[in-house]
């Protein structure tokens, strides 16, 4: 079979990819209005969705888990790739219409995808019908952070992924210690994964065209750091130091140790300078703090 420009894939697994006219047509048979409440900024360019799935480097032994998959552009390109995808969506039409779609532009690759209707917030191992591996989704900007962490907290089989979200949200999540972007989501991402940008992304490949451009940011899960506190105990000195950024620690830290001065004994006991702020700081460093929190009495 001769492969086109709007097909991905080979042999058996050829796929019928969603192009503009395509994307718009279906649209307008759903009455579909994309929302910004929703994110819904859906990719029209067949080229945009190969690459996406040739950078995840998704395999024929990954179960991958699509947040937001729409109309199906990227489900369609995951499929050849993949054991399985599972696609949790929280409209219920545009649940409803992509088996539809699969069925019809990659019928021998239909029985790989399943759908949950859900909201990827509340999402729990027990809703999904497979282990989830690897993380491929095109990410609403406005929930793409809390996503990302959520999902690598409760669904410890995932070891990698790729997401592609707002350009801005990329920079801070992949940034690094003394970066003027680096902060709260920086360093929580740091504490499942190491994490980094894998490439721009155009407005135009969207419809409706964003106002903004997009960014492919790359994790690979690692051990979190050895400590004897908890996530949440660390995640709450991450959010006390990062809530006055102009602050130094001893001042931001007050209300979390109790005051001033206790917040300067378990940062020093911490071996953090009480003078640096949250921005130099790594989640290690985080960690440490959070395991010399003063005890009442």
Do not use: C
């Not at 080979?10 to 994309?34: F, K, Q």
Request: aromatic content about 4%; cysteine-free; overall charge neutral.
């Amino acid at each position: 079979m001769v492969v086109g420009a709007g097909d991905w894939g080979d042999g058996e697994s050829v796929v019928s990819l969603l192009g503009p006219a395509e994307i718009r047509e279906l649209a307008g048979r759903l009455d579909l209005r994309p929302t910004k409440r929703l994110g819904q900024n859906f990719v029209i360019d067949g080229g945009t969705v190969r690459r996406i799935a040739r950078v995840a480097e998704v395999s024929p032994d990954d179960v991958v888990i699509e947040v937001g998959p729409g109309l199906g552009s990227l489900t369609l390109a995951l499929l050849p790739e993949a054991r399985r995808v599972v696609a949790v969506e929280i409209d219920p039409v545009l649940a409803a219409q992509l088996p539809i779609t699969v069925a019809g532009r990659a019928p021998s690759l239909a029985d790989r995808l399943s759908v949950v209707r859900a909201d990827a917030m509340t999402v729990r191992p027990g809703d999904l019908d497979a282990e989830p591996t690897t993380l491929v989704a095109n990410l609403p900007y406005n929930v793409a952070v809390p996503v990302v962490l959520h999902l690598l907290a409760v669904l410890p089989s995932l070891r990698r992924g790729l997401v592609m979200v707002q350009s801005e949200v990329a920079d801070r999540m992949a940034a690094g210690p003394g970066s003027k972007v680096y902060g709260i989501p920086s360093v929580k991402a740091a504490w499942y994964a190491d994490v980094r940008r894998a490439g721009p992304v155009g407005r135009t490949v969207f419809w409706p065209v964003p106002n903004v451009d997009s960014g492919l940011v790359a994790l690979t899960r690692r051990e979190p750091p050895v400590t004897s506190a908890s996530r949440e105990e660390v995640f709450a000195v991450i959010d006390a130091a990062f809530a006055q950024r102009r602050k130094t620690l001893r001042a931001a830290l007050a209300t979390w140790a109790g005051s001033p001065p206790a917040a300067e004994a378990a940062l020093r006991a911490a071996g953090v300078d009480p003078s640096a702020r949250g921005e130099q700081l790594r989640v290690e460093d985080f960690a440490r703090i959070a395991e010399n929190r003063p005890t009442d009495g």
